[in-house]
């Protein structure tokens, strides 16, 4: 299952008649806006649906430009987890209760950084 935030742009004029549209639809959940941002979220069983939905929002009238910000893929993670745990690369220092987590310098990625 994926979740994305989808950040909806309009004219001022246009944005409480957009909202309505994606609050009445299938495709999203509505959860806040402003005078020219909307923030939806969709899910999909995978991300092609997730883009078919987007297209959807992007065709709708009044919309300048829809979005994805962000994105959760639970199948993705799993397959990474599962990819981790039969390579057998896990550093023993990250499995050892003694260390201090605090020392772990993250810069946005730990893939190929053990």
Sequence with gaps: MNISSIVVRVLPEYCESTVEALKSCDIC?????DETKIIVTIEGEDISEEIAKL????????????DMMYSYS?????QE???IEKSGDIN??????SQNAGLINYAGDLKKKF
Excluded: P
């Excluded at 023993?92 to 209760?97: A, G, I, R, T, V």
């Design 81 to 83: 987890k599962d990819k």
């Design 74 to 78: 639970e199948d993705e993670l799993d």
């Design 92 to 97: 023993e220092w990250l499995n050892d209760n």
């Design 29 to 33: 959940d509505y959860f806040m806006h």
């Design 55 to 66: 297209k959807q929002i992007q065709k709708m009238d009044h919309v300048i430009s829809a």
